[in-house]
C-alpha cells in the first residue's frame, strides 16, 4: 500500500513569508506526528495529532507555528512569518493507533529554505 | 526525561567489513520501547527494528542484528558483510509511556561503505 506522502518535497521562501506544509498518512492510521530535522540532528517533534484533535503539541516552538487535521486524515503545518532558523526538512510520520510501542511510518520530508 | 546518545558521529568501512553501531539510551520507565530507522541519501526514514524493554533477546535479520543489554542501556546495531547499500544515517530511538508519545532520536551515525 501507499506509505506516508509529504508535499511538497522543497519549498523556497523569502523571510516573512507563510508556508503551508502538507502530509497524507497511511491510510487507516489514526495518529499522525510531525517532526522538524535540522543539519546533522535527528528528527525532533513537533506535535501529535490522535484523529482530528492534536493529543501533544508541546514540540512546537512558538505560536508561528500551527498544524490542523480537519478530518482525522490529511494534516497541514502552517508556519507564519517565516525566518531563517525555521529551513530544515519537516518530516511527517503516521502510526496505526498511536501510543509509544506503536511504530511510526515517516514520509520522505518537505525541505523548507527561507531566504 | 529520556535521552538516546550515539557517540559516534560517523564510521567508514570498507565493503564487506562488519561495523557496529552504538546507542545508548537513558530513562527512568520500566517500560520503553526501542528503535533502530535507517536515513538513506533519499531522505526518507526507513523503520529497521522495535524493542521493547522487556524482551531482552538479541535479533537477527539476515546481515543486521542487535544487541539490547539492560544492564548496560545499550541497544547495538550491527551490520555484518557490509555493503555499499548499507551507506546512510543510522538512528537510533526511545519511547516511553509515560511521557510523550513521540519518538526521541538520538543524533544518528553516518555510515559509509567504501567499494
Known amino acids: 500500500g501507499a506509505g506516508v506522502s509529504q508535499t511538497p518535497s522543497n519549498k523556497v521562501t523569502e523571510k516573512g513569508k507563510y508556508v503551508e506544509l502538507r502530509c497524507d498518512p497511511i491510510?487507516?492510521?489514526?495518529?499522525l506526528y510531525w517532526y522538524r530535522q535540522s543539519l546533522g540532528q535527528g528528527p525532533e517533534f513537533l506535535i501529535y495529532?490522535?484523529?482530528?484533535?492534536?493529543?501533544?503539541d508541546s514540540g512546537l516552538p512558538n505560536d508561528r507555528f500551527f498544524a490542523v487535521r480537519p478530518e482525522g486524515s490529511v494534516s497541514t503545518l502552517k508556519i507564519q512569518r517565516t525566518e531563517r532558523g525555521d529551513s530544515a526538512v519537516y518530516l511527517c510520520?503516521?502510526?496505526?493507533?498511536?501510543?509509544?510501542?506503536?511504530?511510526?511510518?515517516f514520509g520522505p520530508g518537505t525541505r523548507l529554505t527561507v531566504l | 526525561a529520556q535521552k538516546v546518545t550515539q557517540a559516534q558521529t560517523e564510521i567508514s568501512v570498507v565493503e564487506k567489513e562488519d561495523v557496529t553501531l552504538d546507542c545508548v539510551y537513558e530513562?527512568?520507565?520500566?517500560?520503553?520501547?526501542l528503535f533502530w530507522y535507517k536515513q538513506p541519501p533519499s531522505g526518507e526514514l526507513v523503520f529497521l527494528i522495535r524493542?521493547?524493554?522487556?524482551?531482552?533477546q538479541n535479533e537477527i535479520s539476515g546481515r543486521y542484528s542487535w544487541n539490547f543489554q539492560k544492564s548496560t542501556s545499550s541497544f547495538n546495531f550491527t551490520i555484518t558483510a557490509s555493503q555499499v547499500v548499507d551507506s546512510a544515517v543510522y538512528f537510533c530511538?526511545?519511547?516511553?509511556?509515560?511521557?510523550?508519545?513521540?519518538?526521541?532520536f538520538g543524533k544518528g551515525t553516518r555510515l559509509s561503505v567504501i567499494a
Open positions: 510520520a503516521s502510526s496505526l493507533s498511536g501510543g509509544p510501542a506503536d511504530t511510526q511510518y
Open positions: 491510510s487507516g492510521h489514526t495518529a
Open positions: 495529532f490522535q484523529g482530528t484533535g492534536a493529543a501533544d
Open positions: 530513562t527512568r520507565d520500566t517500560t520503553y520501547y
Open positions: 524493542r521493547n524493554s522487556f524482551d531482552e
Open positions: 530511538a526511545l519511547s516511553v509511556p509515560s511521557g510523550n508519545t513521540p519518538l526521541v
